[in-house]
């Protein structure tokens, strides 16, 4: 409680408001310029790595997950991410334990230019259940930020679970999750690039970008130079903050 902004328990009506408690500033420090992806949020990091061709379980894992029916292929779906010759396409799945601080801040500097949402399922994410349950985090609801960074293409998801249907993005006035108008299987599109905005929305590094109502799992999709390295290992936990990789 001595890291919230508001120390005093009485001061949130419920659960749900102290999960979702704001920090005070300097109580996680952003990690120095030498990183280009950092933690968006208090979590366990669960798997990390880079996309070859031969990792076809992978590959159709991401194209569920980001674009269903958007290509033919792992090679054309990578194809259309990877944006610069000479890129992979790296991911990382962060997962949010119902303690930890349930908001969730920009990884790096970028620009969403496009909403995905997928309404589906709400079954736990814990690690053991994910391990359990087939391609999991392809059936639960989640919302999907798409857009570029100085390298190419960069994508942020949010992974709902049980209880946490709501998923909250702070610039994203449109989106409705766990609502009944929309049906399992299906997905909405949302573009943030206008006839007045051609580029979409800016985020900077730590910018607060959204929330969840209780723990859940973040997943980056990116492209990114080969020279490009995790500085964590799967299972550290790690803090909003802290460095995920550098080149």
């Known amino acids: 409680m001595k890291e919230a ?5 009485h001061h949130y009506r419920n659960l749900s408001e102290f999960f979702r408690r704001k920090l005070k500033p300097q109580a996680r420090p952003v990690s120095g310029l030498h990183s280009v992806v950092r933690n968006p ?11 070859v061709q031969a990792a076809h379980r992978l590959c159709w894992i991401l194209m569920s997950w980001v674009a269903p029916g958007a290509a033919s292929s792992c090679d054309s779906f990578r194809n259309q ?15 949010l334990a119902p303690g930890d601080y349930h908001c ?30 087939k391609e999991l985090f392809c059936h639960n609801e989640r919302v999907v930020l798409t857009g570029d960074w100085k390298h190419g293409f960069f994508s942020l998801t949010a992974v709902g679970a049980t209880n946490v249907g709501s998923i909250r993005i702070y610039f994203d006035r449109d989106l409705h999750t766990n609502s009944p108008r929309y049906s399992k299987g299906s997905y909405n599109d949302f573009s943030f690039v206008t006839h007045t905005n051609k580029e979409g929305v800016p985020m900077r590094k730590g910018e607060h970008l959204g929330e969840f109502n209780l723990g859940s799992t973040i997943v980056l999709i990116f492209e990114a130079p080969k020279d490009f390295n995790f500085r964590l290992k799967a299972g550290q936990k790690i803090r909003f903050g802290e460095a995920l990789g550098s080149l």
């Open 5 to 9: 902004a508001v120390e005093d328990l």
């Open 41 to 51: 949020s208090d979590q366990s990091l669960e798997v990390l790595g880079v996309h």
């Open 81 to 95: 991410l990877v944006t610069r010759e000479g890129n992979e396409l790296y991911h990382c799945v962060i997962y």
């Open 104 to 133: 969730f801040h920009s990884p790096t500097d970028w620009t969403v230019s496009h909403r995905r949402h997928f309404p589906g399922s709400l079954m736990s994410v814990n690690p053991g259940m994910a391990r359990w349950i």
